[in-house]
Antibody, heavy 121, light 108 residues
Framework: QLQLQESGPGLVKPSETLSLTCSVSGGSIYRSSYYWGWIRQPPGKGLEWIGTIYSTGTTYYTPSLKSRVSISVDTSKNQFSLNLSSVTAADTAVYYC?????????????WGQGTLVTVSA | EIVLTQSPGTLSLSPGERATLSCRATQSVSNNYLAWYQQLPGQAPRLLIYGASTRATGIPDRFSGSGSGTDFTLIINTLEPEDFAVYYCHQYGNSPLTFGGGTKVEIK
């Protein structure tokens, strides 16, 4: 059974870079043809897609965050990562990693449990 | 960018009643690539419906989705206690992928 687990610091200072990793178990990022994404949810608010990566390293980002976001994949560790630079309080959110269904840019069928990242001095 | 507007914001119903949730898009969703998720407090979203009307694996048949183009509906027949949650629609037909603001189904 596929499982995704986010990890990283729960507290980041303003202007610094938020870095999270998603560890995938029960399936191979490299051998599969799936796309893998990051979504965030500010406290008490809705969901926002951040970006997506394919095993080859091809990435797709939401325009509003594109200048600050970088997503990478480490197939040897079966992980993919999120970097968000120059963070402010508005970046405080629960960050989820998830798998797109099928061999394309489809809906999310498996999610990690999420990790809260607070931006504060 | 396709903006999804969900209504109502909150739905107050009793167990056993029927819930009707709406999701309206600012432009036509390609291939009706519209999904619905349920989110319980403190949990990750759970996929309910994809392709506007196809139930995901293990989802009870009291959940049904319909619609096309710009107007989509999620119906929950005979609400069970575990159905009181927040529901989000999500379009994946056009980039950037977007989500609706959510409808909270609460116990009346």
């Amino acid at each position: 059974q596929l499982q995704l687990q986010e990890s990283g610091p729960g507290l980041v200072k303003p202007s610094e870079t938020l870095s999270l990793t998603c560890s995938v178990s029960g399936g191979s990022i490299y051998r599969s043809s799936y796309y893998w994404g990051w979504i965030r949810q500010p406290p008490g608010k809705g969901l926002e897609w951040i970006g997506t990566i394919y095993s080859t390293g091809t990435t797709y980002y939401t325009p509003s965050l594109k200048s600050r976001v970088s997503i990478s994949v480490d197939t040897s560790k079966n992980q993919f990562s999120l970097n968000l630079s120059s963070v402010t309080a508005a970046d405080t959110a629960v960050y989820y990693c998830a798998r797109h269904n099928g061999r394309g840019f489809y809906y999310f069928d498996s999610w990690g449990q999420g990790t809260l990242v607070t931006v504060s001095a | 960018e396709i903006v999804l507007t969900q209504s109502p914001g909150t739905l107050s119903l009793s167990p056993g009643e029927r819930a009707t949730l709406s999701c309206r898009a600012t432009q036509s969703v390609s291939n009706n690539y519209l999904a619905w998720y349920q989110q319980l407090p403190g949990q990750a979203p759970r996929l309910l419906i994809y392709g506007a009307s196809t139930r995901a694996t293990g989802i009870p048949d009291r959940f049904s989705g319909s619609g096309s183009g710009t107007d989509f509906t999620l119906i929950i027949n005979t609400l069970e206690p575990e159905d009181f949650a927040v529901y989000y629609c999500h379009q994946y037909g056009n980039s950037p992928l977007t989500f609706g603001g959510g409808t909270k189904v609460e116990i009346k």
